[in-house]
C-alpha cells in the first residue's frame, strides 16, 4: 500500500500541492523524502544553468553581420503563427467533413416518400 | 562600449538598429551573442547552435523595425532563437546522438570545481539530450531558464496544460536517466 501512495506522490508535479493523505504520507516516508531531495537538487542543478553563459564560436558575429539581408520587419514568430494556422486549418477541414458525413448518413437513411 | 569615442546606451543602439543601422546592430550583436548562442546550446546541442544562433540574430536584424520595447531586448532575442531552434528542430535531431560534454563546462570557474561542475553538468545534459525535441525545450525554457508556463506554451505554440505535462514528463525522464547513471 505504501508502495501506491508512494507512486501516487512522485506522480504529482513538483509545483501542484498535495492533497491531506499524499502530504501527510510524503512527511513520515523516507522514501519520498529522498524522492523529493533529489527533484530539488536537479531543479537546483537546472537552474544554475541557466546562469551560465557560454562563449560563442569565434567569428559568429562577423559572420552574422555579414549576412544581414534588407530590414523588412517580418515577423519572427511567423513560422510558428503559420504552423499553428495549418494545424488549426487541418482541424477545421476535418471537422466539417466530419460533420458533411454524418448529414450525409443520415440524409441516406431517411426514407424517401 | 563605444561609438565613435562616445559611450552610447543600449536604447541609442536599438533606435539606431531600428533604423536599419546595421553598426549599431553589430554592437548588439556583440552584447548578446553569447547569450544567444547559449541558449541556442541549451536547445539543440553544441553542433547545430551556431547556426541557430546566426539565424536568429539575421531574423532579428530583419524584424528589428517590429521592436517596440515591450519586453527587454534580451529576451526578445531569447524568443526569436527559441522559435527559431523549434523550426529548425528537424535538423537539430539529426544531430541528437552527438554528446555534449563540450557545453557543458563553464569557462569562468576554478579548474577544480570546473572539473566537479563538469561532471554533474555532463550527466545532466547528457539526459536532457535524450529527452525528446519537446520534452527538452519546456524543461530547457522552464527549468534551466525560469520562463512561466504561459511563456513557454506561448513560444512553443502549446497550451499551458501540455506545457505542465511535458515538464513534468521530462523531469521524471531526466531523473530516471541520471539514477541509471549514478
Known sequence: MSNVICRLVSMVPSDMPLNRVLEAHRDQCLRCQADVARSTGMSRELSAMGGETLRAPEGLATTVMARLPEQDGSDPRRPLVMRIAVRYSVAAVIGVATVAALIARVLSRRPRG | ?182
Not at chain 2, 541556442?40 to 531574423?59: F, T, Y
Request: avoid cysteine.
Open chain 2, 1 to 182: 562600449m563605444t561609438w565613435g569615442g562616445v559611450q552610447r546606451d543600449e536604447t541609442e543602439l536599438i533606435d539606431a538598429a531600428r533604423s536599419g543601422d546595421s553598426d549599431a546592430f553589430g554592437q548588439l550583436v556583440w552584447r548578446y551573442r553569447d547569450s544567444v548562442y547559449t541558449l541556442a546550446v541549451r536547445l539543440v546541442g553544441p553542433d547545430l547552435a551556431p547556426d541557430v544562433a546566426q539565424e536568429a540574430l539575421i531574423r532579428a536584424w530583419r524584424a528589428m523595425p517590429r521592436f517596440r520595447g515591450e519586453a527587454a531586448l534580451g529576451t526578445w532575442l531569447h524568443r526569436i532563437t527559441v522559435n527559431t531552434a523549434w523550426t529548425l528542430r528537424k535538423r537539430a535531431s539529426r544531430h541528437d546522438a552527438q554528446q555534449l560534454d563540450e557545453m557543458l563546462i563553464d569557462p569562468s570557474t576554478g579548474p577544480e570545481r570546473a572539473g566537479e561542475l563538469a561532471e554533474v553538468r555532463a550527466e545532466l545534459g547528457s539526459a536532457i539530450n535524450q529527452l525528446s525535441p519537446g520534452q527538452r525545450a519546456v524543461l530547457v525554457l522552464r527549468d534551466v531558464y525560469g520562463w512561466s508556463h504561459a511563456e513557454v506554451g506561448r513560444e512553443l505554440g502549446i497550451t499551458q496544460t501540455t506545457a505542465k505535462v511535458r515538464l513534468h514528463r521530462a523531469r521524471k525522464r531526466v531523473r530516471a536517466i541520471l539514477e541509471e547513471t549514478r
